[in-house]
């Protein structure tokens, strides 16, 4: 069998006292073992993912990216000296992709 097509292990070595809780847990939601922990995992990874992709902001601050959004800020020389930049490293990526 090709081994990218096997499913990947993990392996967690318990107390038996917590496997038996986790077991309880399982057989309660009509879940193997195996399954109860994957799906437990999961979605508490999914959980902590999308926390950390969530931006939080005080409605004062909130207040702010919206003001500058709406009114920004006129450019500095440095950043416009960047930009320029940026546009000239684009173009000359684009041309030697063709």
Known sequence: MNQQTKDARVVARISPTVKETLQKAADLSGATLNQFLVQSALSAANQI????????????????????????PTPTQQLLIAVDKHRAFIRENNRTAE
């Open 49 to 72: 993912l999308e926390t950390e992709r969530a931006i939080v902001l005080s409605e004062r601050d909130a207040q702010t990216v919206f003001d500058l959004l709406e009114n920004p």
